[in-house]
């Protein structure tokens, strides 16, 4: 006989660095393919600077967690930080890569608005 899946027990906190105070908004993905947004507050930020999100155990594993999954801010320097994944990416050099480009553009237009 088959042994019944014990529930996943999910323990997924959140930190803010800095003093800049925005609602994001937070998804985290199970293994089926269900997807779960939670809204973090600027009134929950206030309070402290981070948060453990209302998970309940379960028998699904949650594959990813995505802080902003929409990128409607862009003001944080560091956004590989902002995700988490269970298993490896096989794009992550092609992103890494993406991002120091893209950086190197925006020296190259600064340099051409200054007249360089």
């Known amino acids: ?34 997807e779960r947004d939670f809204e973090w507050t ?7 600077k981070w948060w453990r999100l209302p998970l309940v155990p379960g028998q699904q594993k949650v594959t ?14 560091n956004m590989s930080n902002n995700q988490w994944f269970a298993e490896s990416d096989d794009l992550a050099s092609q992103r890494w890569g993406e991002r120091a480009s893209a950086r190197a553009l925006s020296v190259l237009q600064w340099f051409m608005a200054i007249g360089g």
């Not at 105070?21 to 089926?32: K, Q």
């Not at 600027?42 to 402290?48: C, G, H, L, N, V």
Request: glycine share 4%; hydrophobic share 40%; charged share 40%.
């Open 1 to 34: 006989a088959e042994e019944p899946k014990k529930p996943w027990v999910h323990d997924v906190v959140v930190r803010r660095r800095g003093d800049l105070v925005l609602p994001v908004t937070i998804r985290v993905t199970f293994e089926e393919g269900e």
């Open 42 to 48: 600027r009134e929950m930020q206030f309070e402290r």
């Open 64 to 77: 990813s967690v995505v802080i902003d999954p929409e990128r409607l801010w862009f003001l944080d320097m």
